[in-house]
């Protein structure tokens, strides 16, 4: 048990994938001797060689597709994407070839890459550098798409991520990743497990990556008014834990889903549909999200606006709960 | 438009094939000496020459039967190799069995080489599964249809060859057209920069469906590999000795330490790009007329001279082989509807079980 940034957090289960597995590399742009821009590999490469860390040419499809053919010879590549806004260059790679190998050749050639993607916004970048393109990839067949939001869980999922022989997507918070919290390596759960990060009986917050803490903060403003949030963090996006999920709709009846990617046909709407066919029944009042808008991302002077924060969650739980002071809603 | 300038000169990139292209069996079956690829096919007696010939007239045969077995409807689609056939037996012959095979869906000629079992040749051409063959069996990945996404899993896989110290060579085989994709430029890049054992094998068939090879380059594309760091060389790809040597060349470097090579094999589609494609909307009759005369069967009959009973033998061999591919391909049956589900993912994914269950109910009361 040790406190570690959620930064160090991933660069420890990195650690303690390259150690246990010689069939582990890592692979990415600056990942070498800088580190990383975000410093995940610091000291990799020193401790386990330029073979095993290793900077790559700067072409996304390139990275990506070498470590396709490093995954037909048995290896394990993981692959750092600078920023969520690289990744489309090697898009195709992704969802034409690390997404169908295994179906396509029967269950015969694995592809069991993990590619390593710090996403969102709220750190004042400029273009390319604050978006969330996980709902792509969630829509893809054969890739699983996870995210995490919290040291502990940054180092259980990094390591469970390469561990894994399916391919996945891993949604690294960027603006979480000083974060500090309690690390302990031997802590474990199934990867495609969502937690109950707090108790509540009168609104189900659903969250993910960046957001959760927003949500915590949020259910701790309510709290102050008498409204019980649950908040839940997803970890998991595809698949999604309809266990977890339903459990807690079902006990309160109301739910808001966050996610800072664009609304229209964003993960929100998947667990929106979801829920309402598997808890309709359950449901008081019609799920809400709050959501960036459907614009580009925009510039850092106005991201604020589109980032969804504690009072706009709020604003969709008063809505759920029918309550007169929603702002965007309808009025009870 | 520079389009519009090259589209008037088809042939830009031709104009230097009689320069530099290696030749070691002319059109009329002339052997012609080359002092420096000699040695590498020394070995290649006439008994060996007259047995890649065979393959070239079996693959043909495949290729032929393929055809018609589409045009009855037993095949969904097929892209023939008609005319490509030395390019693909001659460098796919040179390969050891340990050596890995990355190839677009043109190379039915290289997987006959490959050893792979003619009814897996017919599955994904048929429609009843996404490819037909077990990978590592073979030594030859499943065909990548994303034009020129192979290259790169080729390079990826030869850098996994040197950090296992091994041998083994990947070799890459794609078409003039893929040349303008941005990975096979990537995979350039990359196999220069970590000195790769991998093979670029450049079928330069003059066509990518309809647009012509020089709308993809304005020199020759051996040309640009240098620029990458990567030796190259121009052959005969109808020339299955000269082939063979250059690919020898290229797999000898490749082992040795001397890393990739970029081989541009000028051959030419006689076919069309697929059963579904018409090509008597876009080729020159004359062309292709000039292109029937450097048959890479042809030349090798003219040089080989064989008995009357040894070209009966292999012609009564192709029909054999034949009307097995046909049998095989007639005897593939439609898959169970709920193998939709199976190997998307290699472990258990609860949102597609779900899906599963659901459409497995639906199924059985549809027969109830």
């Given at each position: 048990?040790?406190?570690?940034?959620?930064?160090?957090?991933?660069?420890?289960?990195?650690?303690?994938?390259?150690?246990?597995?010689?069939?582990?590399?890592?692979?990415?742009?600056?990942?070498?001797?800088?580190?990383?821009?975000?410093?995940?590999?610091?000291?990799?490469?020193?401790?386990?060689?330029?073979?095993?860390?290793?900077?790559?040419?700067?072409?996304?499809?390139?990275?990506?597709?070498?470590?396709?053919?490093?995954?037909?010879?048995?290896?394990?590549?993981?692959?750092?994407?600078?920023?969520?806004?690289?990744?489309?260059?090697?898009?195709?790679?992704?969802?034409?070839?690390?997404?169908?190998?295994?179906?396509?050749?029967?269950?015969?050639?694995?592809?069991?890459?993990?590619?390593?993607?710090?996403?969102?916004?709220?750190?004042?970048?400029?273009?390319?550098?604050?978006?969330?393109?996980?709902?792509?990839?969630?829509?893809?067949?054969?890739?699983?798409?996870?995210?995490?939001?919290?040291?502990?869980?940054?180092?259980?999922?990094?390591?469970?991520?390469?561990?894994?022989?399916?391919?996945?997507?891993?949604?690294?918070?960027?603006?979480?990743?000083?974060?500090?919290?309690?690390?302990?390596?031997?802590?474990?759960?199934?990867?495609?497990?969502?937690?109950?990060?707090?108790?509540?009986?009168?609104?189900?917050?659903?969250?993910?990556?960046?957001?959760?803490?927003?949500?915590?903060?949020?259910?701790?403003?309510?709290?102050?008014?008498?409204?019980?949030?649950?908040?839940?963090?997803?970890?998991?996006?595809?698949?999604?834990?309809?266990?977890?999920?339903?459990?807690?709709?079902?006990?309160?009846?109301?739910?808001?889903?966050?996610?800072?990617?664009?609304?229209?046909?964003?993960?929100?709407?998947?667990?929106?549909?979801?829920?309402?066919?598997?808890?309709?029944?359950?449901?008081?009042?019609?799920?809400?999200?709050?959501?960036?808008?459907?614009?580009?991302?925009?510039?850092?002077?106005?991201?604020?606006?589109?980032?969804?924060?504690?009072?706009?969650?709020?604003?969709?739980?008063?809505?759920?709960?029918?309550?007169?002071?929603?702002?965007?809603?309808?009025?009870? | 438009?520079?389009?519009?300038?090259?589209?008037?000169?088809?042939?830009?990139?031709l104009?230097?094939e009689s320069?530099?292209l290696?030749q070691?069996l002319d059109p009329d079956g002339r052997?012609?000496?080359?002092?420096?690829?000699?040695?590498?096919?020394?070995?290649?007696?006439?008994?060996?020459?007259?047995?890649?010939?065979?393959?070239l007239?079996?693959?043909?045969?495949?290729?032929?039967?393929?055809?018609?077995?589409?045009?009855?409807?037993?095949?969904?689609?097929?892209?023939?190799?008609l005319g490509q056939e030395a390019a693909?037996?001659?460098?796919?012959?040179?390969?050891?069995?340990?050596?890995?095979?990355?190839?677009?869906?043109?190379?039915?000629?290289?997987?006959?080489?490959?050893?792979?079992?003619?009814?897996?040749?017919?599955?994904?051409?048929?429609?009843?599964?996404?490819?037909?063959?077990?990978?590592?069996?073979?030594?030859?990945?499943?065909?990548?249809?994303?034009?020129?996404?192979?290259?790169?899993?080729?390079?990826?896989?030869?850098?996994?060859?040197?950090?296992?110290?091994?041998?083994?060579?990947?070799?890459?085989?794609?078409?003039?057209?893929?040349?303008?994709?941005?990975?096979?430029?990537?995979?350039?890049?990359?196999?220069?920069?970590?000195?790769?054992?991998?093979?670029?094998?450049?079928?330069n068939n003059q066509?990518?469906?309809?647009?012509?090879?020089?709308?993809?380059?304005?020199?020759?594309?051996?040309?640009?590999?240098?620029?990458?760091?990567?030796?190259?060389?121009?052959v005969d790809g109808n020339d299955v000795?000269a082939v063979?040597?250059?690919?020898?060349?290229?797999?000898?470097?490749?082992?040795?330490?001397?890393?990739?090579?970029?081989?541009?094999a000028v051959t030419y589609r006689m076919?069309?790009?697929?059963?579904?494609?018409?090509?008597?909307?876009?080729?020159?009759?004359?062309q292709r007329e000039e292109w029937a005369g450097k048959d890479p069967l042809a030349r090798l009959e003219k040089?080989?001279?064989?008995?009357?009973?040894?070209?009966?033998?292999?012609?009564?061999?192709?029909?054999?082989?034949?009307?097995?591919?046909?049998?095989?391909?007639?005897?593939?049956?439609?898959?169970?509807?709920?193998?939709?589900?199976?190997?998307?993912?290699?472990?258990?994914?609860?949102?597609?079980?779900?899906?599963?269950?659901?459409?497995?109910?639906?199924?059985?009361?549809?027969?109830?």
């Amino acid at each position: 048990m040790s406190e570690l940034t959620l930064s160090k957090a991933i660069g420890s289960g990195l650690r303690r994938s390259l150690a246990a597995d010689d069939r582990v590399v890592l692979m990415g742009e600056d990942i070498g001797k800088l580190g990383g821009v975000f410093r995940v590999t610091d000291g990799l490469q020193a401790e386990f060689g330029a073979d095993r860390v290793m900077d790559m040419p700067l072409a996304e499809s390139g990275i990506i597709g070498m470590a396709v053919g490093l995954a037909f010879r048995g290896y394990r590549p993981v692959v750092e994407i600078q920023f969520d806004g690289f990744i489309y260059p090697g898009f195709d790679q992704i969802v034409a070839q690390v997404a169908k190998l295994h179906a396509r050749t029967g269950g015969k050639v694995r592809m069991p890459l993990t590619i390593r993607v710090p996403f969102g916004g709220g750190i004042g970048a400029v273009e390319h550098h604050s978006e969330s393109p996980e709902a792509y990839f969630a829509h893809t067949a054969g890739l699983r798409v996870v995210s995490c939001s919290n040291p502990q869980d940054a180092h259980t999922m990094i390591r469970q991520a390469i561990a894994s022989d399916d391919p996945v997507l891993f949604f690294e918070p960027k603006r979480r990743y000083w974060m500090k919290g309690e690390v302990d390596e031997d802590y474990d759960f199934p990867l495609e497990s969502a937690r109950v990060v707090r108790e509540g009986t009168d609104v189900t917050l659903l969250a993910y990556g960046p957001l959760v803490p927003t949500a915590l903060d949020a259910a701790t403003a309510a709290s102050d008014e008498g409204i019980s949030i649950e908040v839940v963090d997803l970890r998991s996006l595809s698949p999604l834990d309809y266990d977890t999920i339903e459990a807690s709709v079902r006990k309160t009846g109301r739910v808001v889903i966050t996610h800072e990617a664009a609304e229209f046909g964003g993960v929100g709407a998947e667990l929106a549909a979801g829920i309402t066919d598997r808890c309709f029944f359950h449901l008081e009042a019609a799920p809400q999200r709050v959501a960036g808008f459907d614009i580009p991302y925009p510039p850092s002077r106005l991201e604020e606006h589109f980032l969804p924060d504690l009072d706009r969650m709020l604003d969709a739980v008063d809505r759920v709960l029918g309550r007169a002071n929603s702002l965007t809603g309808w009025t009870a | 438009m520079s389009t519009a300038v090259s589209a008037k000169a088809p042939k830009v990139a031709l104009e230097f094939e009689s320069n530099d292209l290696v030749q070691l069996l002319d059109p009329d079956g002339r052997r012609l000496a080359d002092s420096h690829y000699d040695p590498f096919v020394a070995d290649i007696t006439d008994d060996r020459l007259t047995a890649l010939y065979e393959d070239l007239v079996l693959v043909r045969r495949i290729d032929t039967e393929a055809v018609a077995l589409q045009r009855q409807g037993e095949l969904a689609l097929w892209p023939p190799l008609l005319g490509q056939e030395a390019a693909q037996v001659g460098s796919a012959r040179a390969l050891r069995k340990d050596d890995f095979v990355f190839s677009s869906y043109r190379e039915s000629g290289v997987a006959f080489c490959r050893g792979i079992e003619l009814v897996d040749l017919a599955r994904a051409w048929r429609g009843t599964s996404a490819s037909g063959w077990d990978p590592y069996a073979v030594g030859m990945a499943t065909p990548a249809v994303i034009i020129g996404a192979q290259t790169l899993h080729a390079t990826g896989y030869a850098l996994g060859c040197v950090k296992d110290g091994v041998d083994s060579v990947a070799i890459a085989y794609f078409g003039d057209g893929a040349t303008s994709q941005g990975d096979v430029n990537e995979a350039m890049v990359f196999a220069a920069t970590f000195h790769a054992p991998v093979i670029f094998f450049c079928q330069n068939n003059q066509w990518a469906i309809s647009e012509p090879v020089s709308l993809q380059a304005v020199r020759p594309i051996a040309d640009r590999a240098p620029g990458f760091g990567i030796p190259s060389v121009r052959v005969d790809g109808n020339d299955v000795l000269a082939v063979t040597a250059v690919t020898r060349e290229a797999l000898e470097r490749a082992r040795s330490g001397g890393g990739a090579t970029f081989i541009e094999a000028v051959t030419y589609r006689m076919g069309p790009h697929t059963t579904s494609d018409d090509p008597s909307r876009y080729v020159d009759p004359l062309q292709r007329e000039e292109w029937a005369g450097k048959d890479p069967l042809a030349r090798l009959e003219k040089y080989l001279q064989l008995s009357e009973d040894e070209a009966a033998r292999i012609a009564a061999r192709a029909d054999e082989v034949a009307n097995d591919f046909r049998t095989a391909c007639k005897s593939i049956q439609d898959p169970e509807p709920l193998s939709l589900f199976d190997n998307v993912y290699a472990t258990p994914h609860s949102g597609l079980a779900r899906q599963r269950s659901r459409y497995a109910a639906y199924l059985e009361g549809l027969e109830s």
